[in-house]
């Protein structure tokens, strides 16, 4: 148990549908994530959120649509998602997105996606 | 892109064999790390290391920063089959005005009884 979880831990959807994911932490931390890892390639960042204002969109197609309603929430939207999209979406937390240390991120579980 | 290729991709051995998994870059980061993903979960830090040619050891696993901060390698001794798990190097850039860590490719390590 890492203190973030994510829900549901599987969906399958339709290229039509509109689903979302939600990501929880529990830590009191100020920054979050979205991660894509796919079974070829190495672990994608595509958003990053401080203090529920986003700071990066790592050239997400607009398919993706993240929202922060405050600093222990985080959701990421989908809406008309190609098969391409499937993957596990992993979500993290850390203290804060700007620390001039070094910073542990604590990964939620994954939601594993199957776009048909 | 700043890209962080992992060897080898996948290694299967024996409980109780010896293992190393690299990992290199032909850019500088200010830190590493290493993660332990396992089935079904979401990656787990296993270590940090800041300094070049740093050493640090966490029971029978051993992690090296290069001298140059562009690799890292980490060693398992007497590998168990609770060592089993996808490893994922990180590195970590400062210059950015947030904290961005760059994954590496993975190394899936299965350890057979």
């Known amino acids: 148990e890492t203190g973030v979880t994510q829900t549901p831990r599987h969906l399958v959807m339709g290229m039509t549908n509109k689903k979302s994911l939600k990501c929880e932490q529990h830590l009191g931390h100020n920054a979050m994530y979205w991660y894509k890892q796919s079974a070829k390639k190495p672990l994608e960042l595509m958003f990053v959120y401080s203090l529920e204002e986003r700071v990066e969109n790592n050239s997400v197609p607009s398919r993706f649509s993240p929202e922060c309603p405050n600093s222990s929430h985080l959701f990421l939207h989908l809406h008309t998602l190609q098969p391409e999209d499937s993957a596990l979406y992993l979500c993290?937390?850390?203290?804060?997105?700007?620390?001039?240390?070094?910073?542990?991120?604590?990964f939620g579980p994954g939601t594993r996606l199957l776009v048909l | 892109t700043q890209l962080l290729e992992q060897s080898p991709q996948f290694l299967s051995i024996q409980e109780g064999e010896n293992l190393t998994v690299y990992c290199n870059s032909s850019s500088v980061f200010s830190s590493l790390q290493w993660y332990r993903q396992e089935p079904g979960e979401g990656p787990v830090l296993l270590v940090t290391?800041?300094?070049?040619?740093e050493v640090k050891k966490l029971k029978r696993l051993t992690f090296q920063f290069g001298d140059a901060r562009k690799d890292s390698s980490l060693h398992i001794t007497a590998a168990q089959p609770g060592d089993t798990g996808l490893y994922l190097c990180?590195?970590?850039?400062?210059?950015?005005?947030?904290?961005?860590?760059?994954f590496g490719t993975g190394t899936r390590l299965l350890v057979s009884p």
């Open positions: 993290a937390s850390s203290q804060d997105s700007a620390a001039r240390g070094v910073e542990t991120q604590y």
């Open positions: 990180a590195g970590h850039k400062l210059n950015t005005g947030f904290q961005k860590l760059v």
């Open positions: 290391v800041v300094t070049g040619g």
